[in-house]
């Protein structure tokens, strides 16, 4: 099973930034779409970001305009740039990814953000 790897999670002050990374195992060939999830506490998980293989970005309304989302596919890695952080962003956050020609799903252990003063 292949297993991506997330960090830059963090305590951070409301207003503050984060800039969280994700990289995917060398071997995964032909990665596709790449996305961040998020799961608050007693909520469920929820899309917050994506990026197409050609860059094109999709952004939930609750982030548009403060994260950002970009990929190095040179180095099989994704990130996520967060900016005025909010209470209500904090959560754990999930990097998924699509790969090979069956599109096969693969995801990270998580990686908490804490939004609070």
């Known amino acids: 099973q292949v297993r991506l790897v997330e960090s830059g999670g963090g305590l951070v002050q409301p207003g503050g930034s984060l800039r969280l990374s994700c990289a995917a195992p060398g071997s995964i060939f032909n990665i596709n779409a790449m996305a961040w999830y998020r799961q608050a506490p007693g909520n469920e998980r929820e899309l917050v970001a994506t990026i197409t293989k050609r860059g094109s970005t999709y952004y939930v309304d609750s982030v548009k305009g403060r994260f950002t989302i970009s990929r190095d596919n040179y180095k099989n890695m994704m990130y996520l740039q967060m900016n005025s952080l909010k209470p209500e962003d904090t959560a754990v956050y999930y990097c998924?990814?699509?790969?090979?020609?069956?599109?096969?799903?693969?995801w990270g252990q998580g990686t908490l953000v804490t939004v609070s003063s």
């Open positions: 998924n990814l699509k790969y090979g020609y069956d599109d096969l799903d693969a």
